[in-house]
């Protein structure tokens, strides 16, 4: 099992900045795959970034420029910074873990998500 425990969300004027944390526990497994997705209210949950063990990212284009995801792979924690916080960003972030694709069984974890508002 994997346990990810998110930390970080709250509230922000437009324009602020917020760091994330997470950090993962458990078994976990090499080649994985570390990062954050989002939900806003009555929307679906949409990717925001990803981070491969060995350093490739994803982003989002509604965030390119604007977040940074990072992770320390020796500690299974990953972080994203977001800055310049616009209220379309205001959403539930979830914090994921992909375990590599030999794994039988269940490979994909959340947490249980950190809020952040954003207020104009």
């Known amino acids: 099992q994997v346990q990810l425990v998110e930390s970080g969300g709250g509230s922000v004027q437009t324009g602020g900045s917020l760091r994330l944390s997470c950090a993962a526990s458990?078994?976990?497994?090499?080649?994985?795959?570390m990062g954050w997705y989002r939900q806003a209210p009555g929307k679906q949950r949409e990717l925001v970034a990803t981070?491969?063990?060995?350093?490739?990212?994803n982003y989002a284009d509604s965030v390119k420029g604007r977040f940074t995801i990072s992770r320390e792979s020796a500690k299974n924690t990953v972080y994203l910074q977001m800055n310049s916080l616009k209220p379309e960003d205001t959403a539930v972030y979830y914090c994921?873990?992909?375990?590599?694709?030999?794994?039988?069984?269940?490979?994909?974890?959340w947490g249980k998500g950190t809020l952040v508002t954003v207020s104009s």
């Open positions: 994921s873990l992909q375990q590599p694709s030999w794994m039988p069984g269940t490979r994909n974890y």
């Open positions: 458990g078994s976990i497994y090499r080649p994985n795959v």
């Open positions: 981070m491969t063990i060995g350093g490739i990212t």
